[in-house]
């Protein structure tokens, strides 16, 4: 059948059965949307994918533009890597727990820092009283990052860390303790988060004004691209934006805009952008809607690819490849019937799969309640590995591409997110749109009508605003004792007794220095690092040159 | 309190968490049904949020803690009002609060606890019935 007679048997239907039955029998909706506000059509048909050029928007696995995948063979080689974010309290305490979830199959550590460490105070420090150990590890010096890594080769195992304003203090211990086990650099795999801007916007772990916090990334870019090649420098991070709020199209395009801005500080600072490209990766949020999530992985790979070759003239494939990260939504676990979330995580999942992610954290069912427990994280990481070994999805590349739907909703996505960049462009880049609080102002939006939406009964949460039911709150939630900040208090005071003062003082006077100046600082964080200096220290010296964020955007 | 003064809110972020999704929505609601709603940013201390408080004169304080750290903050904003005098002022809470906390929170003055799936009309609802002045 041509297009034309497909056109006129599709009026035929629309006008006469479809419409008859509506009439009849009015659909639940007067109009379905997407969480962007893209209109979803009662059916898709190929009329919706007539300008769908198979080789140069599809194209193959593994090649330009990576619509269907980065890799040639995608999971047919080797699953998603399963790498399950975890740490709480004390370094030996978390130590236990990667231990377990490597035992119980996981395949890459993921590892979560207190508030203190990520914003660079010591335990000791006034600001951080009630917070240490509370939202993950607490991290002083190398000498917890030697007992959080105890006993885990960390040429066997690739780590991700989040952490972003002190990504350089904290990549620099885990490349001291490889080499106290014999491990060179160039051997580490692994990612640092190191996404500031994302931090501005919507995740709030800042310490550093703009400037100054670009130079620390592409020195860390341009240090890795020699010492450290196997290192993902960066993983630019749509998560916490979606989670803040943001719909699916927003997380791309604001996702992809600090991805520009990054790119462009790197290249303004003299690097290639071949030399870092392919080390730049991404983290996306996996939210409810399968299908809209599917279409949303696509349409950024397939963005990114054209960012990286058209506006960057990135030459090496591997610069243009968006590899990325996926967690399922958080915000989207509700508090009322927990083990509810087991089957949300799991539709979540099976998005970030079908839309081609390279490495999954699943969240664990009593994550609205509390950190998780061991056995939600063990039924967490089942769902991972239920979806790898038993559903078929992975068997074959992409399956879901040259769906109508599918394709239509790619298409969609992918031109509303660059109508945004071309926005945030106009303003002057990422930087300049977190600036003047554009961003920021977008994202409280969709938090707001996604709330209202549910208050209103438009917007249905199962167990939540709709199929209640009278329960007891769920026991056996994790809680973390309130003695591990006098703990990591008195480590503190040990540590500060025993080191060798005078190196460490030296090396921070060394930092200080070269702070004042333009030299690449990994160096010399290194060296501070390796004298046992604490995160608190080292931050405080670059506080003292730099300055501190202040938001200039009053609510 | 008088009749036609708005309630005024101060919408507060102690500690160290970052996640103000809650907090923002939660004042646009209040702002939405009639009240002035100042909100603090992040990071703020027990002393700032105390100290705005008084200054901005404010008939209600609500914090949002996602953190954890609600054991230690809220009681130390509790305590510090009490120092300084202030006792018409309503405190709430809200954030990932396990509910074997709540009593304690209460006990030490935080008049009700927001959890997560709780509406902001609750809200509104709670804070226009149990207002001090």
Redesign the interface.
């Known amino acids: 059948m041509n297009q034309g007679d497909l056109s006129g048997e599709y009026g035929r239907w629309k006008s006469g059965p479809y419409a008859k039955t509506c009439a009849r029998f009015p659909e639940r909706k007067e109009r379905f949307e997407g969480s962007s506000g893209i209109e979803v059509k009662p059916l898709y048909t190929p009329l919706d994918v007539e300008q769908v050029d198979y080789v140069n928007d599809l194209g193959f696995p593994g090649e330009y533009p990576y619509n269907r995948g980065v890799q040639p063979t995608m999971y047919r080689g080797r699953f998603w890597t399963m790498r399950q974010y975890a740490g709480f309290a004390t370094a030996e305490e978390s130590n236990r727990r990667y231990k377990y979830l490597l035992e119980q199959g996981q395949t890459g550590l993921s590892v979560a820092f207190d ?2 460490t ?2 660079g ?1 010591d335990s000791d420090h006034e ?5 240490v150990g ?2 993950g590890v607490a991290i002083d010096s190398l000498a917890d990052m030697e007992t959080l890594f105890d006993g885990i080769p960390l040429d066997k195992v690739s780590t991700s860390m989040t952490i972003n304003a002190p990504a350089s203090m904290l990549l620099a211990m885990y490349i001291a303790v490889a080499e106290k086990q014999g491990v060179f650099a160039n051997k580490l795999n692994g990612t640092i988060q190191n996404d500031i801007l994302k ?1 501005y916007a919507a ?3 800042y310490i550093f004004p703009p400037k100054p916090s670009m130079r620390l990334i592409t020195n860390i870019f341009e240090y890795c691209s020699t010492a450290v090649p196997r290192w993902n420098t960066i993983s630019i991070s749509g998560y916490h934006i979606r ?3 943001a719909t699916a199209v927003q997380e791309v395009a604001f996702t992809l805009a600090d991805g520009i801005a990054y790119v462009k500080a790197a290249v303004d600072a003299g690097l290639d952008v071949d030399d870092f490209g392919p080390r730049l990766s991404f983290f996306f949020n996996a939210h409810n809607d399968l299908l809209e999530e599917v279409a949303k992985f696509r349409a950024a790979r397939r963005l990114w690819a054209r960012i990286m070759r058209d506006r960057f003239g990135a030459k090496d494939p591997k610069s243009m490849q968006l590899r990325f990260h996926t967690q399922t939504a958080g ?1 989207t ?4 019937q927990p083990d509810n979330n087991i089957v949300r995580v799991t539709l979540q999942a099976l998005a970030a799969v079908l839309g081609g992610t390279q490495s999954l954290h699943t969240n664990s069912r009593d994550e ?4 998780p427990s061991q056995d939600s994280v063990r039924i967490a990481l089942r769902t991972q590995q239920i979806i790898a070994y038993e559903s078929g999805v992975a068997d074959t590349i992409d399956p879901l591409a040259v769906s109508y739907y599918i394709e239509a909703l790619t298409d969609e996505i992918e031109r509303a997110a660059a109508d945004y960049i071309r926005r945030i462009d106009e303003i002057g880049g990422a930087p300049a749109a977190i600036e003047r609080g554009f961003i920021q102002a977008e994202i ?1 939006e969709s ?2 009508r996604y ?1 209202m939406e ?2 209103s009964g438009d917007r249905t949460i199962v167990g ?1 605003n709709d199929f209640q039911i009278e329960e007891d ?1 769920p026991s056996g ?1 994790l ?2 004792d ?1 003695a591990v900040g006098d703990l990591q208090c008195r480590k503190l005071a040990q540590l500060r007794a025993e080191r060798d003062n005078a190196a460490v003082e030296a090396s921070l006077a060394a930092l200080e220095h070269a702070a004042s100046g333009s030299d690449n600082l990994m160096p010399y964080i290194l060296d501070a690092v390796r004298a046992y200096a604490t995160l608190g220290e080292m931050c405080g010296v670059l506080r003292g040159v730099f300055g501190e964020y202040k ?1 200039t955007v009053a ?1 | 309190m008088d009749e036609g003064r708005k309630i005024r809110v101060l919408v507060a972020k102690p ?7 809650g907090a ?2 939660v ?3 209040l702002r939405d049904a009639g009240m002035e709603v100042i ?1 603090t ?3 703020q ?1 027990p002393e700032q949020i105390v100290a705005a408080a008084i200054q901005e004169d404010v008939d209600v304080v609500a914090m949002s803690i996602l ?3 609600h ?3 809220f009681p ?1 904003v509790m305590q510090l009002l009490r120092e300084r005098g202030v006792d018409d002022v309503l405190v709430v809470g809200g954030g ?1 609060i ?2 074997e906390d709540i009593p304690g929170l209460k006990e030490c003055g935080i008049a009700e606890v927001f ?3 709780a ?3 609750d809200t509104v609802k709670f804070i226009r019935e149990n207002i001090k002045r």
């Open positions: 508030l203190p990520q914003i105070y600001l951080s009283a009630g917070e509370k939202v931090e995740r709030g772990t989670e803040a709020g915000c676990l509700t508090a009322q609205a309640l509390a950190l409280e938090a707001y709330q549910i208050e939540l709150r939630l809680k973390v309130p938001p609510y | 500690g160290l968490d970052g996640h103000d999704r923002k929505v004042a646009r609601a909100y940013g992040l990071r201390t953190s954890g750290a054991n230690y903050l130390r990932i396990p509910d959890t997560p799936g509406s902001t009309a």
